[in-house]
């Protein structure tokens, strides 16, 4: 993990020069313990507010949580809960040494995460159409695109070293499709004429009183997690597909999993207090 | 550098090879993954952060020094303070002794040959850099044709902030500044935070050199330990909560404002669940820095090892549950504000337990008064007057009449700069022969303390009886009856700010200059990081030390037990 690092060879922990193999799997693991317990806390704000102002403002959440659509909250769930479950068995596959199966499992959990932020659109969408979302719903769709080069191409630049990539390359593909898809999005999604009026009026606000608020903030900063697991997963995946990964090393494969089982779980107490408290 | 060996006869034909100059060049600095050099970068970087927020604050007491309006407008004057909080507390001493002392310190005083994960070290220092430069970048103006005008305002680029570091709602949503590239900054600079504090504490648990059992860490490692912790788990709250006001001024979701339905108090809550603890990591390494200082300079054993060590977790941990001591005339219901009281009340035990055992460190040690030693005098002393006027502002009835007053002022910036800037000087003066291999002027850095020291008084001190007197924080103006202790408090700042620049500009001449070597080990002290040599080779050690004794084991031969 410095500069010292020589291309490690497929299957064996690459060799750093401050500590021994062991020392660093173990300092990962550490690391990312620590780094979910930050997430948590991030979270627990969010929480936290939704509790106050659930207890201050009942009746408005109550009927702001009615129109939301539970069925495609379940939905997402399920391909959640799904995804999780094949990042446990990629890790299981990595212990093995089957680095095939990593590759597999871990790409059927990034299908999965498109399809969240599809549904996750779809579902946007139908508030945007009834005037509940803040802004035009291009915005959204360009922030995700532009989200998603920069996480691919971060994902792609991790494992250059490894997969022989040029990083200026990759650099500069990221950038540009960045801007270009997050262009492109705009153009599509962008609804015209659209009444992005509603949302933050009187009368809205006497109905809602900051239930979409906080929906907004809390699902938009999860969709956001998932964005980035999305990059940590292909990232995984580029290095299984050169065999990186053995029963001797497997720690990418580890870390990232339990990354997106943090995501996966947030979204579990997100889906019954968004959706079917009120 | 330039090569200047053969004046030095003692030294060998060729310099060894050290952290610094192993490697040549700006780019081997600005790619490094060296714990050391990114410590150095660090300390190069807040202190022109110093500089720019000092100078502010010079700016506001030169308003200050005469009643009536001198040279600012009062707008102009709201954004000085503004600018002097966040960029002293943001920039300057959150990262100020963990990010620099610590990341050069930690893993040479465990034993380790770096941080756990060096890169994340160096990535941390890029966001802090991406942070400040968001920080500076909120100042700007729109200035130029008014294309440009319009361009900068729809980016948010409207002019210096003027909420306060604290950036309270409703007032933080509603003003026409920059504040969503101010609070922006500040997350940025969370994430810094984290990551160097996470970095912290895996270092700590799994790098320690063979033998060096938690009871044996030299007490810096303590304290950093405890920082970490308060940056790793209190910084998120903050990061968070700022996000959220930066969504509620863009798009209105009305969870701050209350004429939304918001609420601004919870505003303060999730704020000060990160900014009290915040001040811990500010103070809690310098508490470390003045541990592994006494000792040294009275030749003794540091006094309850122990007790210090638990003390500084201890901090930590009170920390998380005296927030709202910020917020007794904020609205919060009778009951909390006397739970909070109570529990503020005995953030002063470990406190306490840490003066009383330096204090009894120094009991019949073999004082000598270095510079480090004066600092560390000083800082036990400022700190003491820090700590006992907390108590005032954490008793209930007398907050009330306190609250919002110079009182306020004056027990933060002797908490802080009495605390943690001394602190930092301390520890720049104490390890500087380590850091540089060389060593500074005696005498010129005792002058410098002095005019700290005094200068440092000169100003705040006035400040208790002006807030005392009932003189408000942050107004622009004061009834004329306040000149005379506004005057000497401007008075007060120029002797400091003086003090200040004497200081460095000693330690920076000498570190360039100055052709004598360092001893590896100038005061004897017995803690790993002087056992290598001045200044340390890029591996640290020649080989990994294996410890067999404590860390404070002066005055008395080595028997192997602690």
């Known amino acids: ?278 | 550098m330039s090569e200047n060996i053969k004046e030095n006869e003692k030294v060998e034909a060729v310099e060894p090879k050290n952290y610094l100059n192993h490697e040549t060049g700006i780019w081997s600095w600005l790619t490094t993954v060296d714990h050391k050099r990114i410590g150095l970068m660090y300390l190069f970087t807040i202190t022109i952060f110093f500089f720019i927020g000092g100078m502010a604050a010079l700016l506001m007491r030169a308003e200050l020094a005469n009643a009536g309006p001198d040279f600012f407008s009062p707008d102009t004057y709201n954004t000085l303070f503004t600018l002097h909080g966040s960029i002293m507390i943001f920039l300057f001493i959150v990262p100020g002794i963990p990010a620099t002392m610590g990341n050069f310190l930690l893993p040479l005083m465990i034993g380790a040959k770096d941080v756990a994960f060096p890169r994340l070290n160096l990535l941390s220092y890029y966001i802090y850099l991406i942070g400040a430069l968001m920080a500076l970048i909120a100042l700007i103006k729109p200035f130029g044709p008014e294309f440009m005008q319009t361009m900068l305002s729809s980016l948010g680029l409207t002019g210096p902030v003027d909420t306060g570091w604290t950036f309270y709602a409703p007032y933080s949503i509603e003003s026409g500044t920059a504040v969503v590239w101010m609070t922006g900054a500040a997350f940025v600079l969370g994430f810094s935070s984290i990551l160097t504090g996470l970095n912290f504490i895996v270092t700590i648990h799994k790098l320690r050199a063979p033998g060096m059992t938690w009871g044996r860490l030299p007490v810096f490692v303590w304290a950093s330990y405890s920082t970490a912790v308060i940056q790793t788990l209190a910084t998120p709250v903050v990061g968070i909560t700022l996000v959220l006001l930066i969504i509620e001024r863009v798009m209105g979701i009305g969870i701050f404002d209350p004429s939304m339905g918001g609420d601004p108090v919870l505003y303060e809550h999730f704020f000060w669940f990160y900014s009290h603890p915040v001040v811990y990591i500010m103070v809690l390494p310098a508490f470390g820095v003045i541990g592994e200082i006494i000792p040294v300079f009275s030749r003794k054993p540091i006094f309850g090892y122990k007790a210090i060590c638990y003390a500084s977790v201890s901090i930590a941990a009170f920390s998380f549950i005296v927030w709202a001591h910020h917020m007794f005339v904020s609205g919060i219901s009778d009951v909390a504000a006397i739970v909070f009281s109570i529990l503020t009340f005995s953030v002063a035990i470990p406190t306490a337990v840490k003066v009383f055992n330096w204090v009894a460190t120094m009991y019949k040690g073999s004082i000598t008064f270095e510079t480090p030693m004066l600092y560390a005098l000083g800082f036990i002393f400022l700190f003491m007057i820090a700590g006992t006027t907390g108590i005032y502002l954490a008793t209930l009835a007398v907050d009330v009449f306190y609250h919002d007053t110079y009182f306020v002022v004056a027990h933060f910036h002797y908490t802080i700069q009495g605390g943690a800037v001394i602190g930092l000087m301390a520890a720049l003066h104490f390890w500087f022969p380590k850091m540089t291999g060389k060593m500074y002027n005696e005498f010129i850095g005792k002058i410098a303390w002095f005019f700290v020291f005094v200068g440092f008084n000169l100003t705040f001190l006035p400040q208790f009886v002006l807030g005392m007197q009932g003189m408000p924080r942050r107004y622009f103006d004061y009834p004329i009856e306040f000149e005379a202790l506004h005057m000497a408090s401007s008075i007060g700042a120029v002797v400091n700010a003086f003090g200040y620049t004497f200081a460095l500009l000693n330690l920076l001449y000498y570190f360039f200059f100055s052709k004598v070597k360092a001893p590896r080990n100038p005061y004897e002290s017995l803690s790993l990081e002087w056992q290598t040599q001045s200044p340390p080779i890029h591996e640290n050690f020649e080989e990994i030390p294996i410890v067999t004794d404590g860390v404070y084991s002066y005055g008395k031969k080595i028997k192997g037990d602690h």
């Open chain 1, 1 to 278: 993990m410095s500069h010292t690092e020589v291309i490690a060879k497929a299957g064996e922990a690459p060799v750093v020069h401050h500590m021994d193999t062991k020392t660093a799997y173990d300092s990962a693991k550490l690391g990312i313990w620590l780094f979910l317990a930050t997430e948590l806390l991030l979270f627990g704000v969010l929480f936290t507010a939704f509790a106050i102002f659930r207890w201050m403002y009942l009746e408005e959440f109550t009927y702001g949580a009615e129109k939301l659509n539970w069925k495609f909250g379940t939905l997402n769930t399920v391909i959640l809960i799904f995804s999780s479950f094949t990042a446990a068995l990629a890790v299981d596959a990595a212990q093995h040494s089957q680095n095939k199966k990593v590759y597999k499992y871990f790409f059927i959990s990034i299908i999965c995460a498109f399809m969240f932020l599809v549904v996750k659109y779809i579902e946007y969408y139908a508030k945007f159409d009834h005037g509940y979302f803040p802004f035009n719903i291009g915005y959204f769709a360009s922030a995700v695109f532009v989200c998603l080069s920069f996480a691919i191409g971060a994902a792609y630049f991790g494992a250059s070293k490894f997969c022989g990539y040029s990083r200026v390359k990759i650099s500069i593909v990221s950038i540009v499709s960045a801007i270009v898809l997050g262009f492109i999005a705009l153009k599509i999604f962008y609804v015209e004429g659209a009444h992005d009026v509603v949302f933050n009026t009187q009368e809205f606000n006497e109905q809602y009183k900051i239930f979409f608020g906080l929906y907004y903030c809390m699902t938009w900063l999860h969709a956001l997690h998932v964005i980035i697991g999305l990059g940590l997963l292909t990232w995984v995946v580029l290095l299984a597909k050169k065999n990186r990964f053995s029963d001797k090393y497997y720690t990418p494969v580890e870390v990232s999993a339990l990354y997106w089982h943090l995501v996966d779980l947030i979204w579990i107490y997100l889906f019954p207090l968004l959706y079917l408290v009120g």
